[in-house]
């Protein structure tokens, strides 16, 4: 049974070393319990906040312990009177092999799934980030501008298609021309702008000749500060993430940008909301699953996925996340099926 654990909490971008593998012996399960394997390990940018043990909204990893995160579990062992071996379910087992569960909080994705490890993406948490954040905050309305940063990720793909359902104009940012292209030709995007251009500023302004309507922020940054003087009068700003900032040990560097923020702000009403999926929103799951499984029977949704083979990798590959270096979701084969 391997096991990755937060070995030193980081200070900036993490390192290998802040990790470390370990063996441990596999668990029993108890009465009423099961022994889950893991398939799919996801790997998303909240990890690095709980690495930190600057307060936040949930409880930090503690030193020496496995690393949270969410998986794709075949069951093993089973004391439970609801789940049978070979069953697969999406779990929060971690970064490890083995897990004990009592049933609660799992999903049963049946004995045969056709893509098991989409429940960690398209038809997961992910996904129904998207889709709440963008339609409850966002409030698309066809023939507006909508902008999604991180624009071929997990989550922005699915903002940007959700936006093209609706009716909006899309401009997709993305980190580099290939994620650009992508953003065009497989998702439907009407415009990409590569955020290291050094023109960047200027060519999202040309991209968005009608001013923007929404602007669903993942990145924070300089994408916001190319952003902000382009909203429209009552816009609206689904706060979802700021990856840009999270190895952050230090405010940005000057001039300081609140007042001229909070003056756009007023002046031109624009609401801007931040919100915490599973906290804000588990009680509309159903109708994202609705919605996006006849999407995804209709052709209506394109996913990719980043899927990266080894457990022993989780670490480099959770790194690049923070650097850009995935292009799609991404997942870690932790085990064959
Ligand atoms: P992605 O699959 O989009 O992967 C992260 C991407 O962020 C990278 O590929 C990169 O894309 C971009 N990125 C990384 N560093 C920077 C940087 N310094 N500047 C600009 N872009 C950067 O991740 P997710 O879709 O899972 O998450 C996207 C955002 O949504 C994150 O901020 C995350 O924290 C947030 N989130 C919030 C939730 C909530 O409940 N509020 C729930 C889920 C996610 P590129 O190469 O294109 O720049």
């Not at 893509?115 to 998207?130: D, E, I």
């Not at 923007?212 to 816009?235: H, Q, R």
């Not at 190895?247 to 002046?267: F, I, K, W, Y």
Request: with cysteine; proline share 5%; charged share 20%.
């Amino acid at each position: 049974n391997r096991r990755i654990v937060l070995a030193s909490r980081p200070v900036g971008a993490p390192k290998e070393s802040d990790f470390r593998l370990e063996s441990v012996d596999k668990p029993q399960p108890g009465q009423g319990q099961m022994l889950l394997r893991s398939v799919y390990l996801s790997l998303d940018p909240y990890m690095r906040g709980r690495m930190s043990d600057a307060k936040s909204y949930a409880e930090p990893v503690a030193l020496d312990e496995v690393m949270v995160g969410g998986t794709v579990c075949q069951v093993e062992q089973s004391n439970h009177a609801d789940f049978e071996v070979g069953e697969w379910v999406l779990a929060y087992t971690g970064w490890q092999d083995y897990g004990l569960s009592d049933g609660e909080g799992l999903i049963k994705l049946g004995k045969n799934p056709s893509h098991p490890s989409y429940a960690l993406g398209v038809m997961g948490m992910p996904g129904f980030t998207a889709y709440m954040g963008l339609l409850d905050i966002g409030q698309p309305k066809a023939g507006e501008t909508l902008v999604v940063a991180a624009a071929t990720g997990a989550v922005g793909s699915m903002v940007g298609q959700i936006g093209k359902l609706k009716g909006c104009k899309v401009v997709g940012i993305a980190g580099g021309e290939e994620k650009c292209q992508f953003a065009k030709e497989q998702l439907g995007f009407d415009e990409c702008i590569d955020h290291k251009a050094d023109d960047f500023a200027e060519q999202l302004a040309k991209a968005c000749d009608q001013g923007i309507d929404i602007y669903f922020e993942n990145v924070g940054g300089k994408v916001f500060d190319a952003v902000m003087p382009l909203l429209n009068t009552s816009a609206r700003i689904p706060l979802c993430g700021l990856i840009s900032q999270y190895n952050a040990t230090a405010l940005p560097e000057g001039p300081d940008r609140m007042s001229m923020l909070m003056g756009q702000l007023l002046v031109k009403r624009i609401k801007m909301q931040g919100f915490i999926i599973f906290d804000d929103y588990a009680h509309r799951y159903n109708e994202f699953a609705t919605d996006m499984t006849q999407w995804l029977a209709q052709g209506k949704i394109h996913y990719r996925e980043h899927l990266v083979e080894g457990f022993e990798n989780a670490p480099q590959a959770f790194i690049g996340l923070l650097e850009g270096k995935n292009f799609g979701k991404l997942v870690v084969q932790t085990n064959q099926p």
